[in-house]
């Protein structure tokens, strides 16, 4: 190995360097970062995400983004998608942390149905409020999943998908 070969240099601390990155070619990820971070705060707090979440919500989305839009992707697109995958995420690791801190699996639900019903509120939507018996389904749903061993995406997804059932189904 040589030290004049950029693959083959190791840092200071001895982990090996990456490819490096020109100066130009940061500015430009440097710029996109910053318009996509004001962009996506915007567009999350339109959406109803509280003021302590939007931060961690648009880091989320931030990689996505550039890994769509460095390798030619459409910026809209990129946007949306970014955001929606940040989104699931959230949702996802609010789950899991609550219950990581002891909250039963259905408070842990719970918790992603309020969260639902803050955003849907700070988009100006009217308040949700599902009756019990489709709260008692999608419970069901969430803990099948579990037992299936399902990630917790898909158990929430469940959940959701069972209360829009019982809402298709009500009307």
Partial sequence: MTDNHP???????GAPEVAAIDQETQEVIDELSGEFLTVAADAAA???????LIEPLTLIALEPFLDSVLGGGDP?????????EAHARM???IF?????????????FLCMLLLDRTLAE???E???KYPEVWVEAALAAVYEE????????????AGFDALAAAARAAA
């Avoid at 339109?46 to 302590?52: A, L, N, S, T, V």
């Fill in 126 to 128: 009217p308040e949700v």
């Fill in 122 to 124: 700070g988009r100006g």
């Fill in 46 to 52: 339109r959406d109803g995400w509280p003021e302590e």
């Fill in 146 to 157: 579990a037992e299936r061993g399902s990630d917790p995406g898909r158990q929430i997804g």
């Fill in 96 to 108: 899991t942390s609550a219950q990581d801190d002891g909250e039963t699996l259905a408070d842990a």
């Fill in 91 to 93: 949702f996802e690791e």
């Fill in 7 to 13: 693959a083959e240099r190791q840092d200071p601390a």
């Fill in 76 to 84: 809209d697109q990129a946007f949306e998608q970014a955001m929606a």
